[in-house]
T-cell receptor
């Protein structure tokens, strides 16, 4: 158990809908990262938050947004869903370095999104 | 651009048949190289972090080594339960953060 908790574990939704994925980082970790993993793309970085502030963006679509709240949990919002958004979405957390330099990141078990 | 390349993409071994997985990287100023194990439908599980050339770390049948251009994950006398995808990652600078960039992984199957 990595200590990173993600909910829901599975969800199925229709095209055009909106979903919210939730992540609680390991106790004491200030950084949260979101990654997307699909069969043909591998693990793709989406966005990084540190202590409530957005620090880095990867290939995150404009239809996707994220937040990190004062209690350090994070949410990833996916809207106007398309079939191609079906994937595993992972949250990861790491320690106290704001830049992430040298920090090991620990992953949750993921949220499996299926868009039909 | 920072890159991480893993080889082979897939590897089939017989139980007890030792082998090595490769992770080559290009990055400006290495700030750690990470190895993870991922089972199907699960989150990547952290194995090792290596920080400098010449460093080695071991865990059960796994040993990770690091040079200035690549890392190897050596698997000694593997068992079927070692079957998984092994991922390596290197932090690259993105905005103000060092973000782990992952390779595509090596899918290992160990036959009994």
């Amino acid at each position: 158990d990595s200590g990173v908790t993600q909910t829901p574990k599975h969800l199925i939704t229709a095209t055009g809908q909106r979903v919210t994925l939730r992540c609680s980082p390991r106790s004491g970790d200030l950084s949260v990262y979101w990654y997307q993993q699909s069969l043909d793309q591998g693990l793709q970085f989406l966005i990084h938050y540190y202590n409530g502030e957005e620090r880095a963006k990867g290939n995150i679509l404009e239809r996707f947004s994220a937040q990190q709240f004062p209690d350090l949990h994070s949410e990833l919002n996916l809207s106007s869903l398309e079939l191609g958004d079906s994937a595993l979405y992972f949250c990861a957390s790491s320690g106290r370095s704001g830049t992430g330099s040298g920090n090991t990141i620990y992953f949750g078990e993921g949220s499996w999104l299926t868009v039909v | 651009e920072d890159q991480v390349t893993q080889s082979p993409e897939a590897l089939r071994l017989q139980e007890g048949e030792s082998s090595s997985l490769n992770c080559s990287y290009t990055v400006s100023g290495l700030r750690g190289l990470f190895w993870y194990r991922q089972d199907p439908g699960k989150g990547p599980e952290f194995l090792f972090t290596l920080y400098s050339a010449g460093e080695e770390k071991e865990k059960e049948r796994l040993k990770a080594t690091l040079t200035k251009k690549e890392s190897f994950l050596h698997i000694t006398a593997p068992k079927p339960e070692d079957s998984a995808t092994y991922l390596c990652a290197v932090p690259g600078l993105s905005g103000g953060s060092y973000i782990p960039t992952f390779g595509r992984g090596t899918s290992l199957i160990v036959h009994p």
